[in-house]
């Protein structure tokens, strides 16, 4: 049992980190003061006034000490948003940092449950559009009609002249009052790229190419309303669940592949843990299992790593074992990678020269590695494609402030098309008919913001077919992420936004569009 005095030692310390220059952490479990942190709120004003909230220490309850933080708002103009934000001094340069904490929630059922709020920005948090909404993450405890402490971590990239803040609180949603602890906060920064833990944003190896089937290939042995092909739609807040220990879900890549690893993100994945194994075959009927008693890791709800022995196989199948909440199996989404001798391909370029941007591989963990949900950010295109991404002067949009079109198309992450309002759009002319296979687009301040948006393709310019409806990046990079779409012919693409989760702009940094020539590639499977 830690005495008193040793315990405050352990409370409220920065320190720089020894092994890395620039770095340093911080550890607050507010036993003597609110430790460097402070409280706000924003959209709290109703027609009489400002609706009731506060955030306070108190020693009701605790995760860590004798003291956490009491979050509180009544929230009865379905609006509300409180947090305690903390500066930090940097030298300027670009940092990544990784906020942890514990979340004291008796929240039981997911329809009620709040959202919830955590940042990091080079700049003092005020308003709504500085708070990083994080949609997949949200206050339900698993079903538990009493506090339990939910273990919470968020990466993020800032860059910064001088200064960090940090924003960690409740973005209400539901017109009721509802309390809340935070305790144990850790927040580490240490610059770019130094970090010694994987972050979320983490992509496999070189010499991995991603082979995640259609939905048309994904089966189950069981399933309710939500189906199989959930699984790999690049949506976290869709799911497959079947019921009962040995149910399965499998995936048929169409031709056997070199297996190397599957990243795997369970459903309440920050609250629950399941078990299960992962089974390969060469014909859908005899299976071997690479992976026996595996569990998530119980604290994301994005997709984990999970290493195997490279094996050839056509078949992969997930045979669930239920979980520590019960005897269901309910997974979010599934990502199969393959080995391949060519890491880097190296496409005939066609109107533009492709410069993939490249993102650091997984530092390797023992333990399950939490990485990137949706979409599957992949630093180089599949070796079939080549890029077809048009110049500046065959980019046009409907609307724009300052940050023109052209710039989506400049090889340029710094820069940006903005449009504003739900249904802007940037549309790009290919020059002739093409195969459109993949696109990789960056958003901007993609690490902290979801862009809501379909994408479309047209003959003429004038009839669009939508390929991929109501689709978000991650809200985890600013690096390009892959989005799949039906092989369609066409020439011209289009983005078609609807806003994001800080407001109506449409804010896209860089779009890379990829295929090959008329019939290229069909898949007539």
Not at 122 to 144: K, Q, V
Not at 207 to 230: C, H, I, Y
Request: overall charge negative.
């Amino acid at each position: 049992m830690t005495s008193t005095a040793a315990r405050v030692l352990l409370t409220g310390y920065v320190f720089l980190g020894p092994a890395i220059a620039g770095a340093q952490t911080s550890f607050s479990s507010f036993e003597a003061d609110m430790e460097g942190w402070t409280a706000d709120a924003t959209d709290t004003e109703i027609a009489d006034g400002h609706i009731d909230w506060h955030i306070k220490r108190t020693n009701i309850r605790a995760a860590h000490g004798a003291f956490s933080i009491e979050n509180f708002i009544e929230n009865r103009n379905d609006a509300g948003k409180v947090w305690i934000e903390r500066p930090f001094t940097v030298s300027p340069g670009v940092y990544d940092v990784t906020v942890t904490y514990k979340l004291g929630s008796n929240i039981a059922s997911e329809i009620g449950a709040f959202a919830i709020i955590t940042n990091a920005l080079a700049y003092d948090p005020e308003i709504r559009s500085d708070l990083a909404l994080n949609p997949h993450d949200t206050t339900y405890n698993g079903g538990i009609y009493d506090y339990v402490w939910l273990d919470k971590r968020y990466s993020f990239r800032v860059s910064s002249s001088g200064r960090i803040w940090v924003a960690v609180g409740i973005w209400a949603n539901f017109e009721v009052g509802q309390t809340y602890y935070f305790d144990a906060v850790t927040v580490s920064i240490v610059p770019a790229g130094s970090s010694p833990t994987p972050t979320p944003t983490a992509t496999p190896a070189p010499g991995l190419v991603e082979v995640t089937p259609p939905a048309s290939r994904v089966l189950a042995s069981t399933q309710d309303s939500n189906v199989a092909g959930n699984t790999v739609d690049n949506n976290l807040l869709t799911r497959w669940s079947g019921n009962g220990d040995g149910a399965w879900i499998r995936c048929d890549l169409g031709a056997p592949q070199t297996i190397a690893l599957a990243r795997i993100a369970v459903h309440a994945g920050n609250t629950r843990r399941n078990r299960f194994d992962l089974q390969v075959s060469p014909d859908g009927a005899s299976w071997s299992t690479v992976m026996a008693g595996a569990m998530n890791s119980g604290t994301t709800t994005q997709e984990e790593t999970y290493d195997f022995a490279d094996v050839s196989a056509r078949f992969f199948r997930y045979v669930g074992h239920g979980s520590t909440a019960g005897t269901w199996n309910s997974v979010a989404e599934v990502s199969l990678f393959a080995r391949t001798s060519t890491a880097t391909p190296t496409p005939t370029p066609v109107l533009v020269t492709p410069t993939p941007t490249a993102t650091p591989a997984v530092t390797p963990t023992p333990t399950a590695t939490p990485t990137t949900a949706t979409p599957t950010p992949t630093a180089t295109p599949t070796p079939s494609t080549v890029n077809l991404t048009p110049p500046g002067a065959a980019v046009t949009a409907s609307t724009q402030d300052s940050n023109v079109p052209a710039n989506t198309v400049d090889r340029n992450l710094s820069t940006r098309w903005s449009g504003y309002g739900d249904g802007a759009w940037i549309r790009y002319d290919l020059g002739a008919l093409r195969r459109v296979q993949h696109l990789r687009i960056a958003v901007y301040n993609g690490n902290s913001r979801r862009n809501r948006f379909d994408l479309q393709s047209s003959l003429d310019g004038a009839s669009w077919t939508t390929l991929l409806a109501g689709a978000q990046n991650s809200g985890t990079t600013t690096q390009h992420e892959t989005f799949d779409v039906p092989d369609v012919d066409g020439r011209y693409l289009r983005y078609l936004g609807h806003g994001s989760n800080v407001g109506l702009f449409n804010s896209v940094t860089e779009v890379e569009i990829w295929g090959g020539a008329p019939g290229d590639a069909l898949d007539l499977k």
